[in-house]
């Protein structure tokens, strides 16, 4: 079911597809994305949570990855499980993102800390265009924070590096839609 390299070493390109490809988190057909825009293939990598294995292989590959970023942060819902895995794997802190800021209590658009200065490392399921990555970028420097990178378990490879980049963030991605296309045929 789930293979992914031994406990000492990073999961590779192949074996986050691999897990991806088993959750059934890819599927073809045809589906209108987030960004309004229609594809052949739609990637649900929220369909790798409830197996703990495949959580796990995500959360070491991003690991990897990560700098030495004080904090963590990712959007609801698509990266909560992800940036939760990835916060108790590194031991660190880590804030959630809204959507929309709640319309009582404290209307905070997050849920967490970020404290000003503080360097955040963001973690996303999939990108397309780069507009979610967006928001969450700007609410974590409207809170003080410093991001400058990104992690992604997927880049669509739709214009979401080059959109971040002019955004003075680097986005890196664990796998691109291009990889699973291939490992399918």
């Given amino acids: 079911m789930v293979s992914a390299a031994r406990a000492g070493e990073a999961p590779s390109r ?17 589906f209108t994305l987030a960004s309004g825009a229609k594809s052949d ?17 995500l959360a070491r ?30 031991r660190r802190p880590y804030a959630v993102l809204r959507k929309a800021p ?17 360097r955040v490392l963001l973690i996303e399921d999939v990108t397309t265009t780069g507009g979610s990555t967006l928001r969450s970028v700007e609410i974590v420097r409207a809170a003080g924070g410093v991001v400058d990178r990104a992690l992604v378990v997927l880049d669509r490879e739709e214009g979401a590096v080059g959109r971040l980049a002019a955004a003075g963030v680097r986005l890196e991605a664990l796998v691109t839609l291009s990889e699973l296309r291939s490992a399918r045929r």
Avoid: C, N
């Fill in 61 to 90: 590959a991003l690991a990897a990855r990560a700098g030495t970023e004080e904090r963590l942060a990712g959007m609801e819902l698509g990266a909560v499980p992800l940036v939760v895995a990835l916060a108790l794997r590194l």
């Fill in 102 to 118: 709640k319309e009582h209590g404290t209307r905070q658009p997050f849920e967490g800390e970020i404290p000003s200065g503080a």
């Fill in 14 to 30: 192949a074996d986050v597809v691999g897990v991806l490809l088993d959750a059934g988190a890819v599927r073809f057909g045809d």
């Fill in 41 to 57: 293939v739609y990637i649900d990598v929220k369909r790798a949570w409830p197996e703990p294995a495949r959580l796990e292989v």
